[in-house]
């Protein structure tokens, strides 16, 4: 089984309609992460979480909310989907250690029509 | 704020060769760099994790080598097969900010011909 899942794998939706995406892990890690990646761009971090209830801000978190209401799931939520928010979005875990690596889910496809 | 580049951005290659990707950071201030391989619709695979004290790391055909000092990362692939066909990121982890987030590059795009 994987450590990392994510769920859905694939989505569409239409503009202005509230999405919520889902991440599990059984690695144990304190800490989990949402990014996105768009072509070009590279990945980026949206949000991160170092413990249940604790929620910090990444570079782009404006349109996007999250909740960790359990050590090992991570929930990522668009409030009013909007087309530029289509993008591949990756749930990843790290250890307390900054020295440690990090590790992904297998994404989700979300498309904003 | 740093700045990750890949060079080349796609690279394709005949099966057997011996083959060197680059990263290159901006801001030296790094923990590690950490080198990922992700496939078409799958997520990120880590291949090799060099922390800022290390100059290199190796596993199986790969060797990945950090220069910290002059901003740079190897990922050097040895006898490279169809199966190596992937896109290959590099991401660091900064010092400043709390060492919260990687930085990544935009990567490079490899394929591997029979």
């Known amino acids: 089984d994987a450590d990392v899942t994510q769920t859905p794998r694939n989505r569409i939706t239409k503009t202005g309609k509230r999405i919520m995406l889902e991440c599990s892990q059984t690695?144990?890690?304190?800490?989990m992460y949402w990014y996105r990646q768009d072509p070009g761009l590279g990945l980026r971090l949206i949000y991160y979480?170092?413990?249940?209830?604790?929620?910090n801000k990444g570079e782009i978190s404006d349109g996007y909310s999250v909740s960790r209401q359990a050590q090992a799931k991570f929930s990522l939520s668009l409030e009013s989907a909007i087309p530029n928010q289509t993008a591949l979005y990756f749930c990843?875990?790290?250890?307390?250690?900054?020295?440690?690596?990090?590790?992904f889910g297998p994404g989700t496809r979300l498309t904003v029509l | 704020k740093q700045e990750v580049t890949q060079i080349p951005a796609a690279l394709s290659v005949p099966e057997g060769e011996n083959l060197v990707l680059n990263c290159s950071f901006t801001?030296?201030?790094?923990?590690?760099l950490q080198w990922f391989r992700q496939d078409p619709g799958k997520g990120l695979t880590s291949l090799l994790l060099?922390?800022?004290?290390?100059r290199e790391q190796t596993s199986g055909r790969l060797n990945a080598s950090l220069d910290k000092s002059s901003g740079r990362s190897t990922l050097y692939i040895a006898a490279s097969q169809p199966g190596d066909s992937a896109t290959y990121l590099c991401?660091?982890?900064?010092?400043?900010?709390?060492?919260?987030?990687?930085?990544f590059g935009t990567g490079t795009q490899l394929k591997v011909e029979l």
């Open positions: 990843a875990t790290g250890r307390r250690d900054r020295s440690s690596e990090q590790f």
């Open positions: 991401a660091v982890r900064l010092i400043t900010g709390g060492g919260n987030k990687l930085t």
């Open positions: 979480s170092f413990d249940v209830k604790d929620i």
């Open positions: 060099i922390q800022s004290s290390q």
């Open positions: 801001d030296s201030a790094i923990y590690n």
């Open positions: 690695k144990g890690h304190d800490r």
